[in-house]
């Protein structure tokens, strides 16, 4: 059988469309990709096994091998959407130009599957001990549905879990989490000449702005993390708008707001804080103010410095671990099994037009997926 080239899988991974995208109009699903991508794990050796989990969303869940434990190597197969007209390149097909791959998601990250494809290609299979898991899911871009679900019925027990986004090669161990939330503030609309005639939302919404700042203040006080270059739970107040003219008084106004939590911190937790900090406005402004998340919550994610694992790829990687701020699904493998993000490419292309992964990783990627799956499926 003719396998085919490093090169032509990549290829096959650009060219077939996988957005995902909580706007109807650019979501569809990652079918197609799922089912180019088992063809070439079946040709390869693996036992692949595909799950709808919802209609049109497919994880992919690959076997090389047989035994307990061995190694998971994990990704997501959808993309963000792109933005026209500021592409110089096709973002649906993979384009050779400046010794770099162009194309939605060359790096961030389907070129990934091409690297394991490649890596499993070269070695010698015969004194296997352990399985070699391969892990595609859906929605990591939108709802972290895939890893979810992936988590929640995980078939497998892996001993250890490789995460393939972009770190430039570095391994990462750990990570904060995401949550984010709209607070709508519904006042009652009148006539600006008399006050009394309305409620303002706008004023009941600096009521509520000075204690999310509050709110602020006590995370950085209380919660540090000498890991992070930002040692600290951050809040963000990210967007406002409330009224419609300045000659009416203010009937609606609502605000989006991010924090990104430590790991350690619990979402519930967070929750009750964030419930806690608002709770003497929502007193005093009874069935005015209410939280609604813009998304699912992300928790925070860390794997034990001194785990052996993290020094076993920090020996392969020749580099020690360190932390980021951007989400992963991280923190969802990592409730099967420790888990590293380590992958091609560098993060700052994810989500830009013109996304490519330089050529420069091609050879240290398969050689670094390599010495893992020999250490430990061998």
Same mark, same amino acid.
């Given at each position: 059988?003719?396998?085919?080239?490093?090169?032509?899988?990549?290829?096959?991974?650009?060219?077939?469309?996988?957005?995902?995208?909580?706007?109807?109009?650019?979501?569809?699903?990652?079918?197609?990709?799922?089912?180019?991508?088992?063809?070439?794990?079946?040709?390869?050796?693996? *036992?692949?096994?595909?799950? *709808?989990?919802?209609?049109?969303? &497919?994880?992919?869940?690959?076997?090389?091998g047989q035994g307990e434990g061995g190694l998971l190597l994990a990704g997501h197969s959808d993309t963000v959407p792109f933005d026209e007209g500021r592409?110089?390149?096709?973002?649906?097909?993979?384009?050779?130009?400046?010794?770099?791959? #162009?194309?939605?998601?060359?790096?961030?990250?389907?070129?990934?599957?091409?690297?394991?494809?490649?890596?499993?290609?070269?070695?010698?299979?015969?004194?296997?001990?352990?399985?070699?898991?391969?892990?595609?899911?859906?929605?990591? *871009?939108?709802?972290?549905?895939?890893?979810? &679900?992936?988590?929640?019925?995980?078939?497998?027990?892996?001993?250890?879990?490789?995460?393939? *986004?972009?770190?430039?090669?570095?391994? $990462?161990?750990?990570?904060?989490?995401?949550v984010a939330n709209a607070v709508r503030v519904t006042g009652k609309s009148g006539h600006s000449s008399d006050p009394a005639l309305g409620v303002n939302a706008i004023e009941i919404m600096h009521?509520?702005?000075?204690?999310?700042?509050?709110?602020?203040?006590?995370?950085?006080?209380? #919660?540090?993390?000498?890991?992070?270059?930002?040692?600290?739970?951050?809040?963000?107040?990210? &967007? $406002?708008?409330?009224?419609?003219?300045a000659n009416r008084i203010c009937g609606c106004?609502?605000?989006? #707001?991010?924090?990104?939590?430590?790991?350690?911190?619990s979402l519930d937790g967070l929750n009750n804080m964030l419930t806690d900090a608002l709770k003497e406005v929502s007193a005093k402004w009874p069935d005015r103010i209410s939280i609604t998340p813009l998304h699912e919550p992300i928790p925070g994610y860390e794997c034990d410095h001194q785990h052996h694992f993290v020094q076993g790829m920090e020996g392969i990687c020749e580099m020690p671990t360190e932390t980021v701020n951007y989400c992963t699904e991280a923190p969802f493998l990592q409730q099967l099994c420790p888990t590293l993000v380590l992958g091609p490419g560098s993060i700052d292309q994810a989500h830009q037009p013109d996304e490519f992964l330089a050529f420069d990783f091609i050879d240290p990627t398969i050689k670094v997926l390599s010495k893992a799956i020999y250490k430990y499926c061998f």
């Open positions: 059988m003719q396998l085919p080239s490093f090169k032509e899988v990549y290829s096959g991974l650009i060219s077939t469309s996988s957005i995902s995208s909580t706007d109807p109009s650019w979501d569809e699903g990652n079918s197609k990709v799922i089912e180019k991508l088992a063809t070439w794990l079946k040709d390869i050796g693996f *036992e692949v096994e595909v799950t *709808e989990v919802e209609p049109g969303k &497919h994880n992919l869940i690959a076997k090389k592409w110089n390149f096709d973002p649906h097909a993979l384009t050779e130009a400046n010794n770099r791959f #162009y194309g939605l998601g060359t790096a961030d990250m389907k070129g990934f599957f091409a690297f394991i494809i490649e890596a499993v290609k070269s070695i010698d299979w015969s004194k296997q001990t352990k399985p070699l898991y391969v892990l595609a899911t859906c929605d990591e *871009e939108t709802t972290m549905l895939g890893a979810r &679900h992936f988590t929640d019925c995980a078939p497998i027990q892996p001993d250890y879990c490789i995460i393939g *986004e972009p770190t430039s090669l570095v391994p $990462i161990r750990g990570h904060k989490g995401h009521e509520v702005l000075y204690s999310l700042m509050q709110l602020r203040d006590k995370l950085i006080k209380e #919660y540090h993390h000498p890991g992070f270059a930002i040692p600290s739970p951050t809040l963000n107040l990210g &967007h $406002i708008h409330g009224g419609d003219s106004c609502e605000l989006h #707001y991010d924090v990104r939590p430590l790991p350690g911190i």
